[in-house]
């Protein structure tokens, strides 16, 4: 396995675009929506006074890849989001991206996502949906390459 360091949403993108020709894509984190609009070189003293950090939006590298995807290329994006709201911004994000699939993680609950050992999430495609049942993230990565795999191998 290669891993690439991207500690910056410009690091981010730039090396997925650099990759943008592979047959899968599967973004499963963004780094941030926004960064600073004018970094800081250096520190600040404490010296008791305000300050503002004005902030501007990064690039969605996930709707850049979408616009410019190659043909029978497979991409995959995720949605942390609370509830039927949230599983509605994820049918509409996948349009909006261009993206084959986007995976449902309802953040709301406690006992599934970030800080749970087992994981629950809806697989939204142009197909339809599937609830892929509450289960150890392993098995829930797992069915979601299934998915991947299927749409790879359809015509």
Do not use: C
């Amino acid at each position: 396995m290669n891993v690439v360091v991207t500690p910056t949403a410009a690091d981010l993108e730039r090396e997925v675009l650099a990759r943008s020709h592979a047959d899968v894509i599967v973004m499963a984190a963004a780094v941030a929506d926004y960064r600073p609009s004018a970094p800081s070189d250096g520190k600040h003293s404490k010296d008791g006074a305000t300050w503002t950090v004005e902030l501007e939006p990064t690039t969605d590298v996930l709707a850049s890849i979408g616009a410019d995807r190659k043909p029978g290329q497979v991409l995959v994006g995720f949605a942390a989001d609370a509830g039927e709201g949230g599983l509605e911004r994820a049918r509409e994000k996948r349009l909006a991206k261009r993206a084959d699939i986007f995976v449902f993680n309802d953040v709301s609950r406690s006992d599934i996502g970030f800080d749970a050992p087992d994981n629950e999430v809806v697989v939204v495609s142009r197909e339809g949906e599937r609830l892929i049942e509450k289960a150890p993230k392993r098995v829930v990565a797992s069915a979601v390459l299934d998915e991947v795999e299927r749409l790879l191998s359809s015509p």
